[in-house]
């Protein structure tokens, strides 16, 4: 059973940056890819970005394109979702997850994190 860790979320003003992690319990490099989702309050939650198993390709939402950037550390088992010029519409409890493949959409994933909240104040 793959176990997955978030932290790094906070309160932060507008145009501001936060790094969120995802730790694994085990290596996932070649075997899952790890999107991030959000999710805010009364809303559906909604694909942030992914980075595929293997290669690494990285997908976003338009709305964070040139905003946000994944990446991860192998070595450390972890993936990051750094955060940078923040609004108020970014405010949501973040998630990362865990699937075969990168999709948009959250009912394709097996494997979820508790998540963690990203205020950002105006």
């Known amino acids: 059973q793959l176990q997955l860790v978030e932290s790094g979320g906070g309160l932060v003003?507008?145009?501001?940056?936060?790094?969120?992690?995802c730790a694994a319990s085990r290596l996932v490099l070649d075997y899952?890819?790890?999107?991030w989702f959000r999710q805010a309050p009364g809303k559906e939650r909604e694909g942030v970005s992914c980075?595929?198993?293997?290669?690494?390709?990285?997908y976003y939402t338009d709305s964070v394109?040139?905003?946000?950037?994944?990446?991860?550390?192998?070595?450390?088992?972890t993936h990051y979702?750094?955060?940078?010029?923040?609004?108020p519409e970014?405010?949501?409890?973040?998630?990362?997850?865990?699937?075969q493949g990168c999709y948009m959409d959250y009912?394709?994933?097996?494997y979820w994190g508790q998540g963690t909240q990203v205020t950002v104040s105006s």
């Open 13 to 21: 003003q507008t145009g501001g940056s936060l790094r969120l992690s």
């Open 32 to 35: 899952y890819s790890i999107a």
């Open 51 to 58: 980075i595929s198993k293997g290669a690494g390709t990285t």
């Open 65 to 77: 394109k040139g905003r946000f950037t994944i990446s991860r550390d192998s070595a450390k088992n």
């Open 81 to 87: 979702l750094q955060m940078n010029n923040l609004k």
């Open 90 to 99: 970014d405010t949501a409890v973040y998630y990362c997850a865990a699937s």
């Open 107 to 110: 009912t394709k994933y097996n």
